[in-house]
Nanobody, 126 residues
Framework: QVQLVESGGGLVQDGGSLRLSCAASGRPFSSYSMGWFLQAPGQERDFVAAISWNGVLRVYADSVKGRFTISRDNAKNTVYLQMNSLKAEDTAVYYC???????????????????WGQGTQVTVSS
C-alpha cells in the first residue's frame, strides 16, 4: 500500500503561481512513477503531468506545457507540481497518483495508477 497526501492548494489570482506537494508513505516511493490529475466540477479526472521513478522522463498535458513543472525528491518521498501563469480554467481539485508498473505510454491513463491521494483544491480567480 502507498498513502498519498497532497498539500499546497489554495486561492490565487489569474497569472499567479502555486506549488503542490504530494507526500508518500508505505512502499518505497522510488519504485513508482507519479502523476498529477485534475478534476473540475462535473468533469472527468484529466491528466496533468507525470514523472518516471528516477525523474528522467516527464510528460505533460498540452494545456499545461510551458506553465507547469513536475519534479520529485525521492529522499523526501515527495512529488511536486509547480504551477505558473495560472488561468481560471486551471481551477479544479488536483490529485496525485502512484503507478507501480506503468510504462511511459500509459502515464496519461487514469487506470494505470494504483494509488490516489484525497486531492487539494486549486482556485484561480480572474
Amino acid at each position: 500500500q502507498v498513502q498519498l497526501v497532497e498539500s499546497g492548494g489554495g486561492l490565487v489570482q489569474d497569472g499567479g503561481s502555486l506549488r503542490l506537494s504530494c507526500a508518500a508513505s508505505g512502499r518505497p516511493f522510488s519504485s513508482y512513477s507519479m502523476g498529477w490529475f485534475l478534476q473540475a466540477p462535473g468533469q472527468e479526472r484529466d491528466f496533468v503531468a507525470a514523472i518516471s521513478w528516477n525523474g528522467v522522463l516527464r510528460v505533460y498535458a498540452d494545456s499545461v506545457k510551458g506553465r507547469f513543472t513536475i519534479s520529485r525528491d525521492n529522499a523526501k518521498n515527495t512529488v511536486y507540481l509547480q504551477m505558473n501563469s495560472l488561468k481560471a480554467e486551471d481551477t479544479a481539485v488536483y490529485y496525485c497518483a502512484a503507478a507501480g508498473a506503468a510504462g511511459s505510454s500509459r502515464y496519461s491513463v487514469r487506470s494505470a495508477y494504483e494509488y490516489w491521494g484525497q486531492g487539494t483544491q486549486v482556485t484561480v480567480s480572474s
